[in-house]
């Protein structure tokens, strides 16, 4: 089945600096790859998702690639805030499959250092 | 909007107890998802509904643990016993369709303790 990798567990980066947290997925068939924030005792938000038809996606700070050949996606941050602060998880499934299968990458803690 | 609503935010309970959380979706979504949330196995998807028939509850870990969507607007999660494993913050997620690329809207969770 499906398998979704995420790494780093933890990073921790200078306020203003970037961030980028990597995920690899296994099932070719993959083609849409979201991305959800979880802010601390809070639920969990999707804030980008990517379709295989893309390479790259931004909005404002944030940014997804896509490397459909290595099958692997990333979340970009750029002038990381304190309020970026949160665990970040990736997740795969496959478009218009009525059998929902979202699988989930085990969650980067993202900490902004002041 | 006023989102996926869960009740109880917080339950906690004596093992062997029963235990029902309850969600009430975002109206006109028709995929309903109860996901268990731990520090050890991340978050697991234990079973959804799509218009309130269950597809999926290949993620139940236990007879112990039963789910029921009677209708569009209500579903339902009940642990009977409880047991201190179960021990984790349940969330209930809707979404527009059951289909893949469809976003999950998450309900605040209900943070279960069994004692």
């Known amino acids: 089945g499906e398998n979704v990798e995420q790494h780093p567990s933890t990073l921790s980066v200078q306020e203003g600096d970037s961030a980028v947290i990597k995920c690899t997925y296994s099932?070719?068939?993959?083609?849409?790859f979201p991305w959800y924030k979880q802010e601390l005792g809070k639920r969990p938000q999707l804030i980008i998702d990517?379709?295989?038809n893309v390479g790259e996606k931004k909005d404002q700070r944030i940014a997804v690639t896509l490397n459909k050949t290595a099958k692997h996606f990333s979340l970009h941050i750029t002038e990381t805030q304190p309020e970026d602060s949160a665990v970040y998880f990736c997740a795969a499934s496959i478009q218009g499959d009525s059998n929902y299968q979202l699988i989930w990458g085990a969650g980067t803690k993202l900490i902004i250092k002041p | 909007d006023a989102g996926v609503i869960q009740s109880p935010r917080h339950e906690v309970t004596e093992m062997g107890q029963e235990v029902t959380l309850r969600c009430k979706p975002i109206s006109g979504h028709n995929s309903l998802f109860w996901y268990r949330q731990t520090m050890m196995r991340g978050l697991e998807l234990l079973i959804y509904?799509?218009?309130?028939?269950?597809?999926?509850d290949s993620g139940m870990p236990e007879d112990r643990f039963s789910a029921k969507m009677p209708n569009a607007s209500f579903s339902t999660l009940k642990i009977q016993p409880s047991e201190p494993r179960d021990s984790a913050v349940y969330f209930c997620?809707?979404?527009?369709?059951?289909?893949?690329?469809?976003?999950?809207?998450f309900g605040n969770g209900t943070r279960l303790t069994v004692t």
């Open positions: 990517i379709r295989s």
């Open positions: 997620a809707s979404s527009l369709s059951g289909q893949g690329d469809s976003p999950l809207h």
């Open positions: 099932d070719s068939a993959s083609n849409y």
């Open positions: 509904f799509n218009n309130n028939v269950p597809i999926d």
